[in-house]
């Protein structure tokens, strides 16, 4: 399985709680740890899937989902949000920003691969 | 004879009538001397003495007189010769004459000499009549025969003296000849003297004048019918001499003109009017051509100067040479007739003038057919005047009427009839005919008079139709009505009069009511006399009388009280009524109840007091619209609240509210719907509003609809209920859970996440206790994690701001995936799940992730107490409207006061598993709030030692409005810039379920 993922969380364990998980099943993976150095990485690198951290200082995960779905450049790139938030009301306002997913925390790490795994098989099967 | 002897004898004859005056004159002078002695007077002048002294004065008048007395006596001298020598020569030639009749007789009247003439007129001989007859005999005038024989001596012997007396004695008559002819005879009879004066016989001379008697007799009798006619006619007679005298005037002129005929005759006509020519001066031409002209009307003057109408006929008299000797003239009154004529004409035009005013159709028709029609017939029928002249009557009734209608006319029927006339273009209508006989043209006819009565037809059908919308309205009436007659009689009453009495309209017609035996109280209980009723007093004084109470007791019954207006019916100029109508009620309830409603005011008074002190102690601010939009009242805190006073609003319309609420809380749609009610239309709404001015602060609002016991609407009532510190304290709570949430579950998510990894033998094998312990952490991770969204849960429930969705949800399958959730728990300890599903459930409308979290709860609370190898059975089943879901344990059961206890949070039944049981305390207390919410109940069953059972009812459709369940409704499209409600509105489009990825 290969493909390259940005991981963006400011809580340095999580961070790389989820960059073992990921790099273990295969995928090459960018890390940042705020939410403007995650876009620019994101802008710079195109990756296949983002996985971001919603609090966090700078710009939130939810704003830089929606800086990226309104620029076309990046719009197609599937962007999974990670939060503590977890009432119905927060999930749907990150959904609405165009994240993929919207893990609530606590997850497991099984939990979130699976979960890149069916974006990525969105994303290479378009008519899917 | 010589001529000397002639004057001779001549000589002797004067002598002696000398001899003879001078006697007389000697004997009178005598006489007249001796007269005037004997008188006593001086003889004076006598005869002579005049005379003389006469002939002294004029001495030639004496030499006449003497000769003229000297010739006399020669002239009868010379007769007496000359008689004395013809006598028997003239005999002879009077007997000769042949044309003459010439009759001579004796002094006896015996005829002695009868003529040739005589003899050819009279048919006697001569011979045969002469000293046999007498003049008489042969010259008797007839008589009528019916008149007595004449006397013929005594005739003739008067004839003869006559004769005698004054010869001659000229007679003309008529007599009958020997041959039975009647003749006319002019006849001269004279006497014969010789010549000392003897009478020796009678001569009569006479001509035949048959003819001329007899022309005469003719144009005597023709006079005296002219006469006749003349004096008698009805008409005017007068005649004019060719000088215009008038000549003859009639008695009719005289009545006429008032001229007696003496004062006309001979004058010139003074009838004729000054400016006007007489009718001959007219008519010259033609009258003198003889022609009789008839007809003339030209007008006379009375004597009176009055003016008269007359009609002339005029003709010209001609005398016998044939010239023209004068005018008759006939006059005739015509006053009468012209006035008859004006009269008649203008009777005609008069009925014409009618006829065509009328609006009535009028035609006239002879043999059938019409001769003559008025403009209306002819307009009635859509025909023009001309064009129904001589078509037949029966052309403008309808076919099939036809026979009836010529039966009709053939009977001179002159009753009106209705039929149905046909216009020209075929369409029909209703009319009423009138028809009489009369002469028209002097034959037979028929005038009829048509009316169209379509209108009155049509206005009979609507005043039919009319009465009978009265009768029936009269008949729906509460109200019991009568009407009755000058003498109290019931011609009329309706249902209602008949229920209040307890009469039947039988009994009311058979006496003026109230019948005779029952009493009539005024309402102090005091006797109320028939002749004060409200009738007896509007037919009295023709007054009405309004709402008199009156109490009616029949016999031996209870008093029934009725209220009673009388209004008397009069006609217009009669002082009295001739009917009144009666209407009344019945307001015995009422006047029972009186008493009982005057305490119920009272209390109602009371209660309203004490609402009014409950209602203003109310910490909301309350507000009640009228039905009308006005504002009906408010309490002491929205007076407070919006710093307005009572006066200012109570009463006016609540439009006066809607400028201080835009100012108070901006012009925000809500504001409006709020004031105007369009959010609270039957039922009940509730929202947030926050006011910006003069402070910030935040109201909840409820608007609900204020109906009566008998669903009335009263309006609706506005409360406002200040809420910002009580959503000042939700947010910091709301944010507080946030806060929780977030910085509890970062750290969990580090320990689950690394411990996974772990167990997972990511980092290498995990071995014996290693791995035992790794799995307390996690077990314990899990539990926090529960424990946390356990509290996120009852939080969201207690401040009501959890999102329910409402979908059709199969509770069997939820049940079932509940119970494999656990399935890894109830085997590991040999617990046994039963289920039990009736008939199909039908799907329940809620929230699945919420219900699924409700049996999970509660399953899982079954296993924790359920010992190992016990039984779980689940029994599901729809009842009515709910479907009831029990889920029973075989545990410890629990006491009667845990019972009441097991719902509170982190409450837990002490048991011998409670150390072993590890829960939250909070997943009954959910499980209950949340099948509440779905507008369920949840309850508890248990038997100390025999297990436990939870019973569910859910409703298959929950209630939504006014139950938080609303939260569930579709989410306004911009929540998050409307910032109402902190969004907490959900959508179904998560593709994950976050509540239960919250528990896993």
């Given at each position: 399985?290969?493909?390259?993922?940005?991981?963006?969380?400011?809580?340095a364990?999580?961070?790389?709680?989820?960059?073992?998980t990921?790099?273990?099943?295969?995928?090459?993976?960018?890390e940042?740890?705020?939410?403007?150095?995650?876009?620019?990485?994101?802008?710079?690198?195109?990756?296949?899937v983002?996985?971001?951290?919603?609090?966090?200082?700078?710009?939130?995960?939810?704003?830089?989902?929606?800086?990226?779905?309104?620029?076309?450049?990046?719009?197609?790139?599937?962007?999974?949000?990670?939060s503590?938030?977890g009432?119905?009301?927060?999930?749907?306002?990150?959904?609405?920003?165009?994240?993929?997913?919207?893990?609530?925390?606590?997850?497991?790490?099984?939990?979130?691969?699976?979960?890149v795994?069916?974006?990525?098989?969105?994303?290479?099967?378009?008519?899917? | 004879?010589?001529?000397?002897?002639?004057?001779?004898?001549?000589?002797v004859?004067?002598?002696?009538?000398?001899?003879?005056?001078?006697a007389?004159?000697?004997?009178?002078?005598?006489?007249?001397?001796?007269?005037?002695?004997?008188?006593?007077?001086?003889p004076?002048?006598?005869?002579?003495?005049?005379?003389?002294?006469?002939f002294?004065?004029?001495?030639?008048?004496?030499?006449?007189?003497?000769f003229?007395?000297?010739g006399?006596?020669?002239?009868?001298?010379?007769?007496a010769?000359?008689?004395?020598?013809?006598?028997e020569?003239?005999?002879?030639?009077?007997?000769?004459?042949?044309?003459?009749?010439?009759?001579?007789?004796?002094?006896?009247?015996?005829?002695?000499?009868?003529?040739r003439?005589?003899?050819?007129?009279?048919?006697?001989?001569?011979?045969?009549?002469?000293?046999?007859?007498?003049?008489?005999?042969?010259?008797?005038p007839?008589?009528?025969?019916?008149?007595?024989?004449?006397?013929?001596?005594?005739?003739?012997?008067?004839?003869?003296?006559?004769?005698?007396?004054?010869?001659?004695?000229?007679?003309?008559?008529?007599?009958?000849?020997?041959?039975?002819?009647?003749?006319?005879?002019?006849?001269?009879i004279?006497?014969?003297?010789?010549?000392?004066?003897?009478?020796?016989?009678?001569?009569?001379?006479?001509?035949?004048?048959?003819?001329?008697l007899?022309?005469?007799?003719?144009?005597?009798?023709?006079?005296?019918?002219?006469?006749?006619?003349?004096?008698?006619?009805?008409?005017?007679i007068?005649?004019?001499?060719?000088?215009?005298?008038?000549?003859?005037?009639?008695?009719?002129?005289?009545?006429?003109?008032?001229?007696?005929?003496?004062?006309?005759?001979?004058?010139?006509?003074?009838i004729?009017?000054e400016?006007?020519?007489?009718?001959?001066?007219?008519?010259?031409?033609?009258?003198?051509r003889?022609?009789?002209?008839?007809?003339?009307?030209?007008?006379?003057?009375?004597r009176?100067g009055?003016?008269?109408?007359?009609?002339?006929?005029?003709?010209?008299?001609?005398?016998?040479?044939?010239?023209i000797s004068?005018?008759?003239?006939?006059?005739?009154?015509?006053?009468?007739?012209?006035?008859?004529?004006a009269?008649?004409?203008?009777?005609?035009?008069?009925f014409?003038?009618?006829a065509?005013?009328?609006?009535?159709?009028?035609?006239i028709?002879?043999?059938?057919?019409?001769?003559?029609?008025?403009?209306?017939?002819?307009?009635?029928?859509?025909?023009?005047?001309?064009?129904?002249?001589?078509?037949?009557?029966?052309?403008?009734?309808?076919?099939?009427l036809?026979?009836?209608?010529?039966?009709?006319?053939?009977?001179?029927?002159?009753?009106?009839?209705?039929?149905?006339?046909?216009?020209?273009?075929?369409?029909?209508?209703?009319?009423?005919?009138?028809?009489?006989?009369?002469?028209?043209?002097?034959?037979?006819?028929?005038?009829?008079?048509?009316?169209d009565?379509?209108?009155?037809?049509?206005?009979?059908?609507?005043?039919?139709?009319?009465?009978?919308?009265?009768?029936?309205?009269?008949?729906?009436?509460?109200?019991?009505?009568?009407?009755?007659?000058a003498?109290?009689?019931?011609?009329?009453?309706?249902?209602?009069?008949?229920?209040?009495?307890?009469?039947?309209?039988?009994?009311l017609?058979?006496?003026?009511?109230?019948?005779?035996?029952?009493?009539?109280?005024?309402?102090?209980?005091?006797?109320?006399?028939?002749?004060?009723?409200?009738?007896?007093?509007a037919?009295?004084?023709?007054?009405?009388?309004?709402?008199?109470?009156?109490?009616?007791?029949?016999?031996?019954?209870p008093?029934?009280?009725?209220?009673?207006?009388?209004?008397?019916?009069?006609?217009?100029?009669?002082?009295?009524?001739?009917?009144?109508?009666?209407?009344?009620?019945?307001?015995?309830?009422?006047?029972?109840?009186?008493?009982?409603?005057?305490?119920?005011?009272?209390?109602?008074e009371?209660?309203?007091s004490?609402?009014?002190?409950?209602v203003?102690?109310?910490?909301?601010?309350?507000?009640?619209?009228?039905?009308?939009?006005?504002?009906?009242?408010?309490?002491?805190?929205?007076?407070?609240?919006?710093?307005i006073?009572?006066?200012?609003?109570?009463?006016?319309?609540?439009?006066?509210?809607?400028?201080?609420?835009?100012?108070?809380?901006?012009?925000?749609?809500?504001?409006?719907?709020?004031?105007d009610?369009s959010?609270?239309?039957?039922?009940?709404?509730?929202?947030?509003?926050?006011?910006?001015?003069?402070?910030?602060?935040?109201?909840?609002?409820?608007?609900?609809?204020?109906?009566?016991?008998?669903?009335?609407?009263?309006g609706?009532l506005?409360?406002?209920?200040?809420?910002?510190?009580?959503?000042?304290?939700?947010?910091?709570?709301?944010?507080?859970?946030?806060l929780?949430?977030?910085?509890?579950r970062?750290?969990l998510?580090s320990?689950?996440?690394y411990?996974?990894?772990?167990?997972?033998?990511?980092?290498?094998?995990?071995?014996?206790?290693?791995?035992?312990?790794?799995?307390?952490?996690?077990?314990?991770?899990?539990?926090?994690?529960?424990l946390?969204?356990?509290?996120?849960d009852?939080?969201?429930?207690?401040?009501?701001?959890?999102?329910?969705?409402?979908?059709?949800?199969?509770?069997?399958r939820?049940?079932?995936?509940?119970?494999?959730?656990?399935?890894?728990?109830?085997?590991?300890?040999g617990?046994?799940?039963?289920?039990?599903f009736?008939?199909?459930?039908?799907?329940?409308?809620?929230?699945?992730?919420?219900?699924?979290?409700?049996?999970?709860?509660?399953?899982?609370?079954?296993?924790?107490y359920?010992?190992?190898?016990?039984?779980?059975?689940?029994?599901?089943?729809?009842?009515?409207?709910?479907v009831?879901?029990?889920?029973?344990?075989?545990?410890?059961?629990?006491s009667?006061?845990?019972?009441?206890?097991?719902?509170?949070?982190?409450?837990?039944?002490?048991?011998?598993?409670?150390?072993?049981?590890?829960?939250?305390?909070?997943?009954?207390?959910?499980?209950?709030?949340?099948?509440?919410?779905?507008?369920?109940?949840?309850?508890?069953?248990?038997?100390?030692?025999?297990?436990?059972?939870?019973?569910?009812?859910?409703?298959?459709r929950?209630?939504?409005?006014?139950?938080?369940?609303?939260?569930?409704?579709?989410a306004r499209?911009?929540?998050?810039?409307?910032?109402?409600?902190?969004?907490?509105?959900?959508?179904?489009?998560a593709?994950?379920?976050?509540?239960?990825?919250?528990?896993?």
């Amino acid at each position: 399985m290969s493909g390259r993922i940005v991981v963006a969380d400011d809580e340095a364990d999580i961070r790389r709680l989820i960059v073992f998980t990921l790099e273990r099943r295969g995928y090459s993976i960018l890390e940042a740890a705020a939410g403007d150095a995650a876009l620019d990485l994101i802008r710079r690198e195109s990756p296949d899937v983002a996985v971001l951290d919603v609090m966090m200082p700078g710009l939130s995960g939810i704003e830089v989902a929606e800086a990226l779905s309104s620029d076309p450049t990046t719009a197609a790139i599937p962007i999974v949000l990670l939060s503590a938030k977890g009432q119905v009301a927060e999930v749907q306002e990150g959904l609405r920003s165009g994240a993929r997913i919207y893990l609530i925390k606590p997850f497991t790490p099984q939990e979130l691969a699976e979960r890149v795994a069916e974006v990525l098989a969105e994303r290479g099967n378009p008519s899917n | 004879m010589s001529r000397w002897s002639k004057s001779w004898r001549l000589g002797v004859y004067l002598t002696v009538a000398s001899a003879i005056v001078a006697a007389v004159y000697a004997l009178s002078e005598a006489v007249y001397q001796a007269e005037l002695r004997a008188l006593g007077r001086q003889p004076g002048f006598g005869l002579i003495d005049s005379f003389i002294t006469s002939f002294s004065d004029h001495p030639f008048s004496f030499a006449v007189w003497l000769f003229l007395a000297l010739g006399g006596a020669a002239a009868v001298f010379l007769l007496a010769q000359r008689v004395e020598r013809g006598d028997e020569r003239l005999r002879a030639f009077l007997q000769s004459a042949t044309e003459t009749i010439v009759i001579g007789t004796d002094p006896h009247g015996v005829i002695d000499l009868f003529s040739r003439g005589a003899e050819q007129l009279l048919g006697y001989s001569a011979t045969e009549v002469s000293g046999r007859q007498t003049i008489v005999d042969v010259l008797s005038p007839i008589g009528r025969t019916e008149d007595p024989p004449p006397d013929r001596s005594k005739d003739l012997a008067e004839l003869l003296a006559t004769a005698r007396a004054a010869p001659p004695l000229r007679r003309e008559w008529t007599c009958t000849n020997a041959m039975g002819e009647e003749i006319g005879i002019a006849i001269s009879i004279s006497p014969v003297h010789d010549r000392d004066r003897t009478l020796v016989g009678f001569v009569a001379v006479g001509n035949d004048i048959t003819r001329r008697l007899r022309t005469l007799e003719a144009l005597r009798q023709t006079n005296d019918t002219l006469k006749t006619i003349f004096a008698s006619a009805p008409v005017a007679i007068v005649t004019r001499d060719r000088s215009g005298l008038v000549r003859n005037w009639n008695p009719a002129a005289e009545r006429m003109f008032g001229w007696a005929e003496h004062e006309v005759l001979g004058t010139p006509s003074p009838i004729i009017p000054e400016d006007e020519p007489s009718a001959y001066e007219l008519y010259r031409d033609r009258l003198e051509r003889g022609e009789v002209v008839t007809d003339i009307a030209v007008t006379r003057t009375r004597r009176d100067g009055s003016r008269i109408d007359v009609s002339i006929s005029a003709a010209c008299m001609h005398d016998q040479a044939g010239r023209i000797s004068g005018a008759i003239i006939v006059l005739q009154d015509v006053t009468e007739r012209n006035r008859a004529i004006a009269e008649l004409r203008e009777s005609e035009e008069r009925f014409r003038r009618l006829a065509e005013a009328s609006f009535e159709g009028m035609v006239i028709s002879a043999n059938g057919r019409i001769v003559e029609a008025n403009r209306a017939y002819a307009r009635m029928f859509g025909y023009e005047l001309d064009d129904v002249m001589g078509r037949s009557v029966l052309e403008f009734v309808v076919p099939e009427l036809a026979p009836q209608i010529a039966a009709a006319i053939e009977a001179k029927a002159t009753e009106p009839y209705e039929t149905t006339a046909r216009r020209k273009d075929g369409t029909t209508f209703d009319v009423e005919v009138l028809g009489r006989e009369l002469r028209y043209g002097g034959a037979e006819a028929r005038v009829a008079a048509v009316r169209d009565i379509s209108y009155r037809k049509a206005a009979e059908q609507a005043l039919s139709e009319s009465e009978q919308r009265y009768r029936t309205i009269m008949e729906s009436l509460a109200e019991g009505l009568l009407l009755q007659d000058a003498g109290g009689w019931v011609l009329a009453s309706n249902e209602s009069a008949s229920e209040i009495l307890r009469l039947t309209p039988e009994q009311l017609t058979r006496e003026p009511p109230p019948p005779a035996g029952w009493t009539t109280i005024r309402e102090d209980g005091s006797e109320f006399p028939r002749d004060e009723h409200p009738v007896a007093v509007a037919l009295r004084t023709g007054q009405p009388c309004s709402d008199v109470v009156m109490g009616i007791v029949p016999p031996g019954e209870p008093t029934t009280w009725i209220s009673v207006n009388a209004r008397p019916i009069c006609e217009p100029g009669e002082a009295l009524p001739r009917a009144v109508v009666t209407s009344f009620v019945d307001i015995t309830s009422r006047k029972v109840s009186e008493a009982a409603t005057a305490q119920a005011y009272a209390r109602a008074e009371r209660e309203r007091s004490v609402n009014r002190a409950i209602v203003d102690a109310a910490s909301e601010a309350l507000l009640l619209i009228g039905e009308d939009d006005t504002v009906v009242s408010c309490n002491q805190r929205f007076t407070e609240l919006f710093q307005i006073t009572e006066q200012e609003i109570v009463g006016k319309s609540a439009d006066v509210l809607s400028t201080r609420f835009e100012r108070m809380f901006g012009d925000e749609p809500a504001t409006r719907d709020l004031v105007d009610g369009s959010d609270a239309k039957g039922h009940a709404s509730k929202r947030l509003l926050a006011q910006i001015w003069p402070i910030a602060r935040e109201f909840e609002t409820y608007s609900t609809p204020v109906t009566g016991a008998e669903s009335q609407s009263f309006g609706r009532l506005l409360a406002f209920r200040d809420v910002t510190h009580e959503r000042a304290v939700d947010r910091m709570k709301t944010e507080f859970i946030s806060l929780v949430s977030h910085e509890l579950r970062t750290p969990l998510t580090s320990i689950k996440g690394y411990v996974d990894l772990m167990l997972e033998g990511e980092v290498g094998q995990v071995r014996g206790e290693q791995r035992d312990f790794l799995e307390i952490v996690r077990n314990n991770a899990n539990r926090l994690t529960a424990l946390i969204n356990d509290l996120l849960d009852v939080s969201r429930i207690e401040s009501g701001r959890i999102e329910m969705k409402r979908l059709p949800v199969d509770l069997e399958r939820q049940i079932r995936d509940a119970v494999e959730c656990i399935r890894p728990q109830t085997d590991a300890k040999g617990q046994r799940i039963v289920l039990e599903f009736g008939s199909p459930l039908p799907a329940v409308l809620g929230d699945p992730s919420r219900l699924m979290q409700v049996f999970l709860n509660l399953v899982d609370n079954a296993q924790k107490y359920t010992p190992p190898g016990g039984e779980i059975r689940i029994t599901a089943a729809r009842q009515q409207e709910l479907v009831v879901v029990t889920i029973a344990d075989t545990g410890i059961g629990l006491s009667v006061e845990e019972q009441a206890q097991v719902f509170s949070k982190f409450f837990r039944a002490r048991n011998r598993w409670t150390s072993e049981v590890r829960g939250t305390g909070l997943g009954l207390p959910i499980a209950r709030s949340l099948v509440e919410l779905h507008g369920g109940e949840i309850s508890v069953s248990s038997q100390a030692g025999q297990g436990t059972a939870f019973r569910i009812s859910l409703p298959l459709r929950p209630a939504q409005a006014g139950a938080p369940l609303d939260a569930g409704l579709p989410a306004r499209s911009t929540p998050r810039r409307r910032g109402r409600g902190r969004a907490e509105r959900s959508q179904p489009v998560a593709p994950t379920d976050p509540a239960l990825k919250e528990r896993a």
